[in-house]
Nanobody, 120 residues
Framework: QVQLVESGGGLVQAGGSLRLSCAASGSFFRINAMGWYRQAPGKQRELVAT???????NYADAVKGRFTISRDSAKNTVYLQMNSLKPGDTAVYYC??????????????WGQGTQVTVSS
């Protein structure tokens, strides 16, 4: 059982920056990967960035070069540094955690979401 607590969303002007944080807590054997997804009004949730347990990262084409995902394994925390924000980045951002339980089964957990609004 994993709980994810997100923070860092807010309102920013185009070209500005925000840093999202997501802290995982609870009982699990290992975190396989963590990532960020976003969902804009009227659209489906989409992948933004992921980072695996070995540090490998993956980014959506729309955010490459602008967003950076990182982690602090000791704190079970993942970050998303968002630079050069655009109005198109406006969405609710959700933290995702894929963790292995003590039964070896993998589970996906979702944070509560944090609103990011980029004004033009």
């Amino acid at each position: 059982q994993v709980q994810l607590v997100e923070s860092g969303g807010g309102l920013v002007q185009a070209g500005g920056s925000l840093r999202l944080s997501c802290a995982a807590s609870g009982s699990f054997f290992r975190i396989n990967a963590m990532g960020w997804y976003r969902q804009a009004p009227g659209k489906q949730r989409e992948l933004v960035a992921t980072i695996t347990s070995d540090g490998s990262t993956n980014y959506a084409d729309a955010v490459k070069g602008r967003f950076t995902i990182s982690r602090d394994s000791a704190k079970n925390t993942v970050y998303l540094q968002m630079n050069s924000l655009k109005p198109g980045d406006t969405a609710v951002y959700y933290c995702n955690c894929n963790a292995r339980g003590y039964t070896t089964t993998n589970y996906n957990y979702w944070g509560q979401g944090t609103q990011v609004t980029v004004s033009s």
